[in-house]
């Protein structure tokens, strides 16, 4: 039995993601992600307008009428959420962590997919694969995700992005939409994240707190890495920290940005002090527009 607190926690995602996905996403998300290919769905007498390359020239030789075969697409898909659970998720200068916003972004797009018929899965990882959860079809196995996204407690702090991706490419090997969903970081996963692209379709949800990005004026301030355990003090009244603080921020921002874009991988910046169903909706929309 869960305690009540946490029913009450999950209940009140349930009730947000499915109220964002009727009004924000629906329609949107069919038309973004497409299934595996065409399927044959029946055969039918031509129709004037029909593509004559679609007939069935077995059926219409024994009819001695043209028949032609109809195909639908193939709806089902596989969609993995590989979220991090490193100790730096943990960081929240306002009213939530990145690991909540996480776990409210993995349960909105986890309700997109069921309301779609398709499968969710998850990999919940650190430096290494903290647990795996086989991809299933249902709203009480989708709750199940959120349950562990919300109160998983890992068992390490560091992270290691390679680890979930070589994982994901074992354990998933038919086409997969990935959600990597993760303040990125860490490096080294450059390499694993192409193979991973090449086999799947990937959506990078990079979540940061606006106090990664920037400091603010409080003279000096006393930081602890949550994952290393590092502490240093810096005098954030000088401004040429603060501008050299920002700039490494922006400098590694676009290095990722242009390794995402040079592979043609989908990203999203979702801020943690911000409404996550503008940008996310942003990037629904646009990618639909593309594809028609």
Same mark, same amino acid.
């Given at each position: 039995?869960?305690?009540k607190?946490?029913?009450?926690?999950i209940?009140?995602?349930?009730?947000t993601?499915?109220?964002?996905?009727? $009004?924000?996403?629906?329609?949107?998300y069919?038309s973004? %992600?497409?299934?595996?290919?065409?399927?044959?769905?029946?055969v039918? $007498?031509?129709q004037?307008?029909?593509d004559?390359r679609s007939?069935?020239w077995?059926?219409?030789?024994?009819?001695g009428?043209? %028949?032609?075969?109809?195909?639908?697409e193939?709806?089902e898909?596989?969609?993995m959420?590989?979220?991090?659970?490193s100790?730096?998720?943990?960081?929240g200068s306002?009213e939530?962590?990145?690991?909540? @916003?996480?776990?409210?972004?993995?349960?909105l797009l986890?309700?997109?997919?069921?309301?779609?018929?398709?499968?969710?899965?998850?990999?919940?990882?650190?430096d290494r694969?903290e647990k795996?959860?086989?991809?299933?079809?249902?709203?009480?196995?989708?709750?199940? @995700?959120?349950?562990?996204?919300? %109160?998983?407690?890992?068992?390490?702090?560091?992270?290691?992005?390679q680890?979930a991706?070589?994982?994901?490419?074992?354990?998933?090997?038919?086409r997969?939409?990935?959600f990597l969903i993760?303040?990125?970081?860490?490096?080294g996963?450059?390499?694993?994240?192409?193979?991973?692209?090449r086999?799947h379709?990937?959506?990078?949800?990079?979540?940061?707190?606006?106090?990664?990005?920037?400091?603010?004026?409080?003279?000096?301030?006393?930081?602890?890495d +949550?994952?290393t355990?590092?502490v240093?003090r810096?005098?954030?009244?000088l401004?040429?920290v603060? +501008?050299?603080?920002?700039e490494?921020?922006?400098?590694?921002?676009?290095d990722?940005k242009?390794?995402?874009?040079?592979?043609?991988?989908?990203h999203?910046?979702?801020?943690a +002090?911000e409404?996550?169903?503008i940008?996310l909706v942003?990037f629904?929309?646009?990618r639909?527009r593309?594809?028609?």
């Amino acid at each position: 039995m869960l305690p009540k607190e946490i029913v009450r926690k999950i209940r009140r995602i349930q009730i947000t993601t499915s109220r964002l996905v009727n $009004e924000s996403l629906a329609g949107e998300y069919h038309s973004v %992600f497409k299934g595996r290919g065409m399927e044959f769905d029946e055969v039918r $007498e031509y129709q004037h307008g029909d593509d004559i390359r679609s007939i069935d020239w077995n059926v219409t030789s024994r009819t001695g009428h043209p %028949f032609v075969k109809r195909y639908v697409e193939e709806r089902e898909l596989t969609v993995m959420l590989l979220v991090d659970a490193s100790a730096s998720g943990t960081f929240g200068s306002f009213e939530k962590t990145k690991a909540e @916003v996480a776990a409210e972004i993995s349960a909105l797009l986890a309700f997109s997919a069921i309301k779609n018929n398709d499968r969710v899965g998850a990999i919940l990882f650190t430096d290494r694969v903290e647990k795996f959860i086989p991809p299933r079809r249902g709203s009480t196995h989708v709750l199940r @995700v959120i349950r562990e996204l919300l %109160f998983y407690r890992p068992e390490r702090l560091g992270t290691r992005i390679q680890r979930a991706l070589e994982h994901l490419n074992l354990v998933v090997h038919k086409r997969a939409v990935v959600f990597l969903i993760s303040d990125l970081w860490d490096q080294g996963f450059e390499q694993p994240l192409k193979v991973a692209n090449r086999r799947h379709d990937v959506v990078i949800i990079q979540i940061v707190d606006p106090r990664e990005q920037e400091l603010p004026d409080v003279g000096i301030l006393e930081v602890r890495d +949550a994952e290393t355990g590092e502490v240093v003090r810096i005098d954030t009244s000088l401004s040429r920290v603060r +501008a050299a603080y920002r700039e490494n921020w922006e400098r590694n921002h676009l290095d990722q940005k242009k390794l995402f874009q040079s592979h043609r991988m989908d990203h999203v910046l979702i801020n943690a +002090a911000e409404p996550y169903d503008i940008p996310l909706v942003r990037f629904f929309e646009e990618r639909a527009r593309k594809h028609r």
